[in-house]
């Protein structure tokens, strides 16, 4: 009797082992190769380095550009993919990784290399198109996402459906793709999950609370102008910006060195020769910008209220992008070619000509960006 009950629970447990290989062989459809594909960690920049036989030297120039990765694969190729390095295009050495693209520059070609069932592969993700700092979501991969084997470049998938998401920084983001070769009854490659082909660098580390602070960190600014900037420079704002630049600006800098109003002018508040010229530097996020707003009349300005658009000499309300110069006392440089200028709106001098409120849609010079900004403002104490 208690080898019959023994029998049984062997035989038990066998039926449970070889259900268990019904289940992964029905869902693969690859057999044994995939449980141990199956079972297997996902994919490192070590295994490689290995596989691919890079020298000690080329492993030491990887490691720098080895990137974390979420990637699954399934159909023609199994596996899973925790790091890739960024790879040269017709090599295994290693190659810069992208950087993160300058708004309106365009978004930098990736060159991933991994490994998958023991082989490695290469993947390439180019995205169309020029970054203006915010997610994207592109749904035609066709021509710019590959996959191709590096032991046998005649073996690649260039045939992509699907979408890749893009986040604002422009080289990381989702893809949920089909790749599939152009042979006759290939069966797809899919790929999900979290991709990067560059590595964000770190914001400057500063006290949220101060005012300003974010602006002296982002532009290292050297620390006599900052502490200048503290005493006399910083105000408080209440200005809110959306569309094309998204943030709230709680405080500013208009400085009190190399002052020049009109245009582009850099730490002005007040009126000179019938021109009113008020200008405050501010950081959101990784960026810094200088906001004038400017009004001009031969008979003088005072309160009251002014078209955000230019006209004649006056120039209304002009964003721009650029960097306060730690080498020239945090002078403000701007980007030529990034500027918004008014279209529509006003903005409104108080009775003390120091402050006001505005409401202005701006227009990018050289692109369809658009930026509305809208709040108060203080350029002097």
Not at 62 to 80: I, T
Not at 96 to 105: I, V
Request: contains cysteine; hydrophobic residues 40%; negative net charge.
């Amino acid at each position: 009797m208690q080898r019959r009950i023994a029998a049984a629970v062997a035989g038990g447990v066998l039926l449970l082992a070889l259900g268990g290989f019904v289940v992964v062989h029905a869902l693969t459809g690859r057999g044994t190769p995939a449980l141990v594909a199956a079972a297997s960690k996902p994919s490192t920049c070590a295994d490689a380095y290995r596989l691919l036989k890079l020298r000690p030297s080329e492993v030491t120039a990887a490691n720098p550009v080895c990137l974390k990765e979420s990637l699954k694969l399934s159909g023609e190729l199994v596996g899973s993919i925790a790091e890739a390095y960024s790879v040269s295009a017709d090599s295994v050495a290693p190659a810069s990784m992208c950087a993160k693209p300058r708004r309106w520059d365009a978004f930098p070609q990736g060159l991933l290399a991994f490994v998958v069932n023991g082989k490695g592969y290469r993947l390439r993700i180019a995205p169309p198109g020029a970054s203006e700092h915010q997610p994207v979501t592109l749904t035609n991969p066709a021509g710019f996402v590959e996959l191709a084997s590096i032991s046998d470049p005649s073996i690649d998938w260039n045939q992509a459906t699907g979408f890749v998401d893009l986040n604002s920084d422009g080289i990381t983001g989702l893809i949920n793709i089909d790749l599939r070769r152009d042979v006759a009854g290939a069966r797809p490659v899919h790929i999900t999950g979290q991709w990067a082909c560059g590595a964000p660098l770190p914001l400057p580390t500063f006290d949220a609370t101060a005012p300003c602070a974010d602006f002296y960190a982002l532009n290292r600014l050297q620390d006599a102008d900052v502490t200048r900037m503290k005493a006399v420079g910083c105000n408080g704002e209440s200005l809110t910006f959306t569309e094309d630049v998204s943030g709230v600006v709680g405080h500013a800098v208009t400085d009190s060195i190399a002052r020049h109003p009109g245009f582009q002018g850099d730490n002005y508040c007040g009126s000179v020769n019938g021109q009113y010229t008020a200008t405050f530097k501010f950081s959101i996020g990784d960026e810094s910008f200088l906001l004038d707003l400017g009004a001009e009349s031969y008979g003088g300005i005072g309160p009251g209220q002014y078209d955000a658009a230019s006209s004649g000499s006056s120039i209304g309300v002009v964003l721009s992008l650029g960097i306060a110069d730690p080498a020239h006392q945090g002078q403000f440089v701007p980007d030529e070619k990034i500027l918004w200028m008014g279209q529509s709106g006003s903005f409104t001098i108080a009775p003390d000509v120091k402050s006001g409120t505005v409401d202005a849609e701006l227009r990018a010079l050289i692109s369809g960006s658009s930026v509305h900004v809208k709040g108060s403002w203080r350029c002097a104490a």
